[in-house]
């Protein structure tokens, strides 16, 4: 079947007016005329076909075989290793998923797209690159000029309900007494440093304590890649940083968001 798809994913490109935009029910409209025209297809059975159907349309407008994974809340992490392979992680542990990218390419329109997104460049010369997607979820994207099986996509999803300090008190993360005197250091407006490594928790801490903000208060936040979940404040601006890109934009920095 994956080669009826890669046919039929020209055939439908080609079809395409890409002057315009283009909305998910006339890309459905042509998939579905593509697919009843395709004589190799006759021999699908039709859930095979609305298989076909999904993966199409999942590779033309969203993010391709992950977008599965990623309409599943059950899965908190999505590592894609190149085109070798696709790992998740479920409940904590670590599975290899029965699926993959059939080419590079394929990956990297993906990325791409999932870069654009939030406004990001990735290419050889920024091989690194930190994004987020639309439902919040962190990215982080190293090509293969500096991967050696790259390129290399990781996904982390943040829960749908943010954690709260009750919640990181009933994990045994935090004493009472420590999140009553974090309380009172907000409410004092203190200057507070959190720092730890790669998911340690800093974000979720953060969002937590951020409740202890006074809902009356003008909030600020500044960020590389915006990832917090501040709720209650009605007097929010989210500010995030924005790398160079090819139309001539110049790049702007955090000491430039804070600048101003």
């Known amino acids: 079947m994956d080669k009826i798809k890669e046919k039929l994913h020209d055939e439908i490109m080609l079809k395409i007016d890409l002057s315009r935009e283009v909305t998910d029910e006339e890309i459905e409209e042509i998939i579905d005329e593509c697919i009843l025209r395709c004589e190799d297809g006759s021999f699908l059975t039709i859930k095979e076909k609305l298989q076909l159907r999904s993966d199409l349309f999942n590779s033309i407008r969203k993010k391709g075989v992950i977008q599965q994974l990623i309409d599943d809340p059950k899965v908190t992490e999505i590592m894609v290793n190149g085109t070798e392979g696709i790992f998740i992680e ?17 990956l990297n329109n993906v990325i791409q ?10 290419n050889e010369a920024s091989p690194i690159v930190d994004a987020r997607l639309e439902n919040g979820s962190r990215v982080n994207i190293v090509m293969n000029s500096v991967a050696l099986n790259g390129p ?24 009472t007494e420590a999140a009553e005197f974090i309380r009172r250091l907000v409410l004092a407006g203190y200057n507070i440093f959190v720092s730890g490594g790669t998911g340690s928790g ?5 969002n937590a304590m951020s409740a202890f903000i006074p809902p009356e208060t003008r ?3 500044i960020e590389d890649s915006a990832e917090l ?28 968001l804070i600048k101003r």
């Not at 797209?113 to 990735?122: E, K």
């Not at 709720?231 to 430039?256: F, Q």
């Open 229 to 256: 979940q501040i709720e209650g404040i009605d007097n929010l601006v989210k500010l995030e940083t924005r790398n160079a890109n090819v139309e001539g934009c110049e790049p702007i920095t955090i000491r430039d």
């Open 152 to 175: 290399i996509l990781t996904i982390r999803r943040f829960p749908e309900k943010p954690i709260c300090i009750d919640d990181l008190i009933g994990f045994g993360t935090l004493t």
């Open 219 to 221: 909030v600020i936040t």
């Open 202 to 206: 800093k974000t979720t801490f953060l």
């Open 113 to 122: 797209q999932i870069a654009a997104g939030s406004n990001r460049v990735v």
């Open 90 to 106: 479920k409940a904590g542990k670590l599975y290899r998923w029965d699926k993959s990218f059939e080419s590079l390419e394929e």
